[in-house]
């Protein structure tokens, strides 16, 4: 063999080897008989080389143990949830046990519990009590929230009294790792000066701030025309609120990230002209918690190329940015971030579900339900205890995915596209994707049809510098798996769990990188 063959044949063992290496195998778990599309499920996340995976069914509530080849090793019922149907439980997972925060109805009574599990789901404690609610009627309305820090050393449970429209009273309780409380019970009064006040999402700092937003929309249903930040210490029981000076622009939905870092926050939104417009650019601000105060505030047009990027096949370019939200930010160490977006939309009997909608309803997280705010967690589409909607004719869309690297000073550095093109005429599971992030690139798993019947599982990644790369085709990839990636969870820097559907039964498959 010549010297030239050799390198050749070299070379392309080599791009073998690392195409093999950038390609996820899959191993699939077998369906259990009671395990349906109406099971409510959670992936907890794994422990001691095994994965956690919480699931209801029939008021029956269970956390299974799954191996490294998805073989289910045990199912560990949660004997010590009461025999009402719970009204919600979250889960705070640490390398080797968890918490199972949950919440029941009884005589008119919400009751909010915790209880502490090992790696094998059994119990290292009795259930404690973290609070209570006197409700003064039989339903199932989650009352509480549970958030934690990003370090998870603290983990708060609060909630929101809006009886009186005047005025909110919020109730916290803060925790440390030990579910031990810090300081104490806090009852803080939040006067909402106009009717069409709302919050921003909600988030817990790795010092211990609540940190949120609080907005005025136009006639209720429209655009945000007032903005202040909201910070409540670890150690104080009141709430310091600022006005943010917007400059006349006219926001649209609003996502806040911690920087822990830095020690920031990172506000992000789109923007408009003008009422009823389309979507003119990013805005973006920095607020430093050192100082309680606004360390910047830019705003970015998008460009006539980034428009021609984004848009879909029956979007003009104006109109390009018109059906995307801000889906995820993720923090670089350089203190800059990258912003991911989606076009996402529905369309029910022929009349599209437009993003006016949305903002006037599901987009705002908070609304009044049985006397007090209730946060859906997984947004206005999804919903982990009812994942698959009852709307009649109506077809979930989820298109082109843009991303946007903002600079620590708040230029933009780059932005790039993923295309694709989702439909789902039963309910969002089955469309978006799920974000993986390895430390060197950022894989965006989702579905696409190949063919009108046959839905494959794609995989794209970007990296630092904003090239996107289409991957081989994911290794032992079985027809008939149904995958619901926006309901998967990364649970190592390697590796993924995804729910799936097979033949109307819920399985779970396991990726690795």
Known sequence: MSFRALTLFTTLITLSLISAAQSPRIVYSEPEREDSRRT??????????????????????????????????????????????????????????????????????????????????????????LDTTQVGFAGNNKVYTVINSD??????????????????????????????????????????????????????????????????????????????MVVKPPDSARFNITNIELNGKILDEIKIKADNTNKRILLNSFYYKQKRGNIEGLYSLVWDK???????????????????????????????????????????????YLLVTESEYNVTRGNPFNRWDYMGGFGNPWYPMGGYYYYPPNGYWGNPWNRWNSMQNTRYNADNIMLI??????????SNVIPKSQFDDESDNLVSFLLVNTGTDIHFLFNLREKASIVMLNDQSVAADGHISRNPTIKDLDRGYQFMTRSGKQVSSWQVIVPCLIRNYLCFARLEY
């Open 40 to 129: 409510t499920f959670e992936i907890i996340g794994k422990m001691n080389g095994r994965f956690l995976i919480y699931k209801s069914n029939h008021n029956e509530d269970a956390i299974c143990l799954y191996d490294n080849d998805m073989k289910l090793q045990d199912r560990v019922k949660l004997e010590f949830t009461p025999d009402q149907q719970l009204i919600n439980v979250d889960f705070v997972a640490y390398p080797d046990f968890l918490y199972v925060i949950y919440e029941y109805e009884k005589r008119g009574i919400v009751h909010c519990m915790a209880a502490k599990l090992d790696a094998n789901a059994k119990l290292m404690m009795d259930p404690i009590q």
């Open 151 to 228: 370090d998870k050393n603290n983990i708060m449970v609060f909630k929101i009294n809006n009886r009186d429209r005047d005025n909110f009273v919020f109730t916290t309780l803060l925790y440390d790792k030990d579910l031990q409380l810090r300081g104490q019970k806090d009852r803080i009064s939040m006067p909402m000066e106009e009717r069409n006040d709302f919050f921003t999402d909600f988030l817990l700092t790795n010092d211990g701030e609540l940190v949120f937003g609080k907005f005025v929309k136009m006639n209720s249903n429209d655009y945000i025309s007032k903005l202040s």
């Open 290 to 336: 050192a100082t309680n105060q606004t360390i910047r505030a830019n705003s970015f047009v998008f460009s006539e190329d980034m428009r021609a990027n984004a848009k879909g096949e029956d979007a003009s370019v104006k109109a390009a940015f018109d059906d995307f939200f801000i889906k995820n930010i993720i923090i670089r160490r350089d203190g800059g």
């Open 405 to 414: 690297s903002v600079k620590k000073d708040g230029g933009v550095d780059w």
